[in-house]
């Protein structure tokens, strides 16, 4: 595991905890009923609706299994390196996350490119990071812990949690949290599937609709001008190129001016 406490000079910007991505951790069961249910939980979200409606519900879940967490959220870094808080549970972590955004890094912007771990332990005494913590203690928080979220063979994000109390979260809780993080990439990719899935379903409905009205635009040629099927595909070729016009809104404007003279049972009947 990449672990990074923040050390050195105030203001300098801490070396990425490593240069590859985090491997997703291997699944284990939270302590508790409830964490179990949980995780559990997390393998039902449902995948057909809104990423940020997805990525919230993550983010809820997470709040109930892992113990000690006053404020998370969800940091999501596209392929131009841009940043935004996909998800979180309260204003004060989302104005955190928007001053790491604002300055180019922080302990969320580096684990979410790292891949790894990075902990401030106590934000009233960390030098590496004096803007960020300074804004984190006006606020009442007291430690954070962000750790990189994997997904297939990088990382895309960070889940970023804050605590408000005095002492930092316990080395059982990181090492949850990483778990967490692991089922957080796997509910990501999931939903980046679905979406292309969905996608590709749309393209093929629209491809087969397309086919079906050449087909049938072919059908009134054969029988108005008493060609071969060939010879109509072609004919409407030739019609599509001469017009500039696309094959299948030509085959549609074929179709339409046959139903307007025969009806629609008539052309229905050239298929």
Same mark, same amino acid.
């Given at each position: ?8 000079? =105030?203001?300098?910007? =801490? ?18 009923? #409830? ?6 939980? !997390? ?6 609706? =809104? ?15 892992? =113990? ?15 940043a935004r808080s996909a998800a979180f549970t309260d204003q004060v ?64 994000? #960070? ?16 090492? !949850? ?6 089922y957080a990439g796997a509910a990501l990719a999931k939903a980046a599937?679905? *979406?292309? *899935? ?18 049938? #635009? ?26 500039? *016009?696309?094959?299948?809104? !030509? ?8 139903q307007e003279v025969h009806g629609q049972g008539a052309v229905e009947? *050239?298929?």
């Amino acid at each position: 595991m990449a672990l990074h406490d923040p050390s050195g000079e =105030p203001g300098r910007r =801490p070396a990425p905890a490593g240069s590859s991505p985090a491997a997703p951790p291997d699944p284990v069961t939270p302590p508790g009923a #409830a964490g179990s249910a949980a995780l559990a939980e !997390l393998g039902r979200i449902r995948l057909d609706q =809104p990423l940020g409606q997805v990525l919230q519900q993550v983010s809820e879940l997470a709040t109930q299994v892992l =113990p000690d967490v006053d404020a998370l959220s969800i940091t999501l870094v596209d392929a131009d390196g841009s940043a935004r808080s996909a998800a979180f549970t309260d204003q004060v972590s989302a104005l955190l996350d928007e001053r790491q955004y604002e300055d180019g890094f922080g302990p969320c912007m580096d684990a979410a490119r790292s891949g790894g771990v990075v902990r401030i332990r106590d934000t009233g005494a960390d030098p590496t990071y004096p803007g960020f913590s300074a804004l984190a203690q006006r606020h009442g928080v007291g430690s954070v812990l962000s750790v990189g979220v994997p997904w297939v063979d990088r990382s895309v994000g #960070a889940l970023n949690l804050f605590t408000r109390g005095g002492d930092p979260l316990s080395e059982e809780v990181v090492e !949850l949290a990483r778990v967490f993080a692991g089922y957080a990439g796997a509910a990501l990719a999931k939903a980046a599937l679905y *979406t292309e *899935t969905a996608e590709l379903a749309d393209q093929m409905q629209r491809a087969m609709s397309s086919r079906a009205v050449i087909e049938q #635009a072919k059908g009134v040629l054969v029988a108005a001008l008493g060609l071969s099927p060939d010879e109509a595909f072609a004919e409407l070729s030739r019609r599509s190129q001469r017009t500039n *016009t696309k094959l299948r809104d !030509l085959a549609a404007q074929v179709v339409a001016q046959a139903q307007e003279v025969h009806g629609q049972g008539a052309v229905e009947r *050239t298929r």
